[in-house]
């Protein structure tokens, strides 16, 4: 048996229960009635035969060995988790420091002196940032953006810069396959006006956290919502579960950011955001609104934990140094 088998086994160990003063204090009937439970416990111990007491508190003792020993292996299960920000958490701001992987570093290098180069690698959550009316109003976008097509699996995403949405097992663009008045009846100005708001706060937030040259900084391709779900996978494009790094998946990426749409164990179930470290990983619990940013390179292994109920929606928004590679703010098409 384990030491802490062990000390649980005595702590475990019956003890003779004495009235508390209250209880001796009382007075009349449920003194009475204290008496009568006491002379009865007592009487009801007496009672038994030795041995079935024994068998008794050993199948208690047992149990509790058992229970002592399941909580004991879910929590190192556990303990291989590290929080960065859990849901019910109000974090204005949070940083967990890495340092930047090789792979990073080199690609930098071509930026070096640019002043697009990160003092220290890293990983930043902030609620607040983008307020909760914002986050909601981007909801609604999303909803409505990828209602208009949606994937056969569990993952669907909407790109307003090139116009990809996910559709049955691959991709339409909604500027050339949707009629102007359907397009027009979804989206409205104000929705491209508060999505370049937003994306300029989160590049003005990734500038001044890891110190490089706001004006180094350019938003990038793929840019895009994504709704997940529990649907089983049809193509690879529904399987968002696989451990993998941005800068690998997209080379354009130097700086990734995530913003949030919906609430874990509210809105959905699974749907964990989780860095892969050697040792123990870390999740960020998505929350309504909550931005999370972090280098692209192989510091930041990550991936997203299966959602097994409900809906989870969020927005990656990626920057590189890359002038080259700089994307605009999407526009309404209009007719
Ligand atoms: C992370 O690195 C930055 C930049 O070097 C530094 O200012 C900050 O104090 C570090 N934060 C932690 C939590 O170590
Ligand atoms: C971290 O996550 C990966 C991928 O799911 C898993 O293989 C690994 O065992 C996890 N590490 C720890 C310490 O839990």
Redesign the pocket.
Same mark, same amino acid.
């Given at each position: 048996m384990t030491v802490e088998g062990v000390i649980f086994f005595s702590i475990m160990a019956p003890r003779k229960r004495k009235p508390t003063s209250s209880e001796t204090n009382d007075a009349g009937e449920s003194r009475a009635k204290s008496k009568r439970a006491e002379k009865k416990e007592a009487t009801s111990d007496e009672d038994l035969p030795r041995h079935r007491v024994t068998v008794r508190s050993l199948a208690l003792r047992m149990a509790a060995i058992f229970l002592f020993l399941g909580l004991a292996h879910w929590y190192s299960v556990d303990a #291989?988790?590290q929080s960065l920000a859990k849901q019910n958490e109000d974090v204005p701001l949070r940083r967990f420091n890495v340092t930047c992987s090789s792979d990073f570093q080199s690609d930098l290098k071509k930026f070096k002196g640019t002043g697009c180069a990160p003092t220290q690698c890293g990983r930043v959550v902030m609620d607040g940032l983008i307020s909760k009316s914002e986050a909601r109003h981007l909801l609604e976008l999303a909803k409505n953006g990828i209602s208009l097509g949606g994937s056969n699996g569990g993952a669907s995403i909407l790109d307003l810069h090139s116009g990809a949405l996910s559709k049955g097992d691959s991709f339409i663009n909604i500027y050339k396959y949707l009629e102007k008045g359907e397009l027009g009846s979804v989206f409205h100005e104000g929705d491209f006006k508060l999505y370049s708001t937003v994306a300029k706060k989160i590049k003005r937030a990734i500038a001044k956290e890891f110190g490089i040259r706001l004006d180094k900084l350019h938003l990038t391709h793929p840019t895009f919502f994504s709704r997940m779900t529990n649907k089983p996978a049809k193509t690879i494009h529904d399987e968002y579960w696989h451990?993998h790094v941005d800068k690998e998946t997209y080379e354009t990426f130097d700086y990734t950011s995530l913003l949030y749409l919906a609430d874990y164990q509210k809105d959905f179930e699974g749907g964990r955001f989780?860095f892969?470290d050697k #040792?123990?990983?870390m999740t960020v619990e998505p929350k309504l609104g909550r931005l999370s940013f972090f280098t692209s390179g192989s510091e930041n292994p990550h991936?997203v934990e299966r959602i097994t109920k409900g809906t989870r929606y969020a927005i990656t928004v990626s920057f590189t140094c890359d002038k080259t590679k700089a994307i605009e703010h999407p526009k309404l098409h209009k007719s």
């Open positions: #291989g988790l451990v989780i892969t #040792g123990s990983n991936y």
